[in-house]
């Protein structure tokens, strides 16, 4: 199915322990984004990515790593997890980073 | 520093009684402005994309204007399956990093 998709939907992991989010979009965008959203908060951009191979920092990037080998997927590590990495975790694409961006259904993460 | 205020933080409304909601912004160069609409447990749907002052934009009930402070998303004669949360972001001409502010929940009661 096309679209842009996001596994796991929902993970408890404990503090300390490296987890993975994954994030697979079909349309072959070139920009893809790591956002989380928090009450009050909204959404914060985590990292971005112009292209394969092409990172940047967001807003919020402390305690995450993200790599972009192949332009369809975008996976965000959280290196050791922490409680206040408890949120739910959006991963969206757009064709050229200034049109709209179409987003995934998102991961609630729970560190407990 | 760009940043994004929205309010009113949460709206309730009866079927049919229009109303509008807000969206200040501060910018170092306007790129563009977006307005999102997120169902509880999904990811924001696009809407609008609006680039300068006085442009506007319609969707079925839902009108989105422009001005160079502030937009606003019109609502007129809202139904219960208008009821969601309606995000707004503006993406600046100093970066890909668009800027998203809080939401306004929206609750239409039948």
Known sequence: DAGITQSPRYKITETGRQVTLMCHQTWSHSYMFWYRQDLGHGLRLIYYSAAADITDKGEVPDGYVVSRSKTENFPLTLESATRSQTSVYFCASSIDGTTEAFFGQGTRLTVV | ?110
């Open chain 2, 1 to 110: 520093e760009d940043q994004v205020t929205q309010s009113p933080e949460a709206l309730r409304l009866q079927e049919g009684e229009s109303s509008s909601l807000n969206c200040s912004y501060t910018v170092s160069g306007l790129r563009g402005l977006f307005w999102y609409r997120q169902d509880p447990g999904k990811g924001p749907e696009f809407l609008f994309t609006l680039y300068s002052a006085g442009e506007e934009k319609e969707k079925e009930r839902l009108k989105a204007t422009l001005t160079k402070k502030e937009s606003f998303l019109h609502i007129t004669a809202p139904k219960p399956e208008d009821s969601a949360t309606y995000l707004c972001a503006v993406e600046g001409t100093g970066g890909f990093k668009t800027i998203f502010g809080a939401g306004t929940r929206l609750f239409v009661k039948a």
